[in-house]
């Protein structure tokens, strides 16, 4: 699955960048968006190749202020955060 490809990449340079990775629904379509600091070349190459199993998308600036949002609340809480909501659950 695309997501839990694009969180190892992420999870495996993680002292190295800044980034963080969601999956979440928007109109009943599955989206996995990577936000954070700009990566090194390569490892943009290497998302972008796993990312590319799906189709690119527009994604609401709205929903990017959220996800941005839920990123620096999860970085003040550490290094590595996962969290989950359950399907159906709007995030706020």
Same mark, same amino acid.
């Given at each position: 699955?695309?997501?839990f490809? !694009?969180?190892?990449?992420?999870?495996a340079h993680a002292?190295?960048?800044d980034l963080s990775a969601y999956r979440f629904?928007?109109?009943?379509?599955d989206h996995v968006v990577i936000v954070g600091e700009p990566p090194p070349a390569d490892l943009h190459d290497e998302l972008r190749s796993?990312?590319? !199993?799906?189709?690119? !998308?527009v994604i609401p600036e709205g929903v990017?202020?959220?996800?941005? !949002? =839920? =990123?620096t609340a999860a970085t003040k809480a550490g290094p590595w955060v996962e969290g989950h909501c359950r399907p159906g659950k =709007?995030?706020?």
């Amino acid at each position: 699955m695309t997501y839990f490809a !694009a969180q190892d990449v992420v999870f495996a340079h993680a002292g190295d960048v800044d980034l963080s990775a969601y999956r979440f629904q928007l109109n009943r379509v599955d989206h996995v968006v990577i936000v954070g600091e700009p990566p090194p070349a390569d490892l943009h190459d290497e998302l972008r190749s796993v990312l590319a !199993a799906g189709e690119p !998308a527009v994604i609401p600036e709205g929903v990017l202020r959220l996800l941005n !949002a =839920r =990123r620096t609340a999860a970085t003040k809480a550490g290094p590595w955060v996962e969290g989950h909501c359950r399907p159906g659950k =709007r995030l706020t």
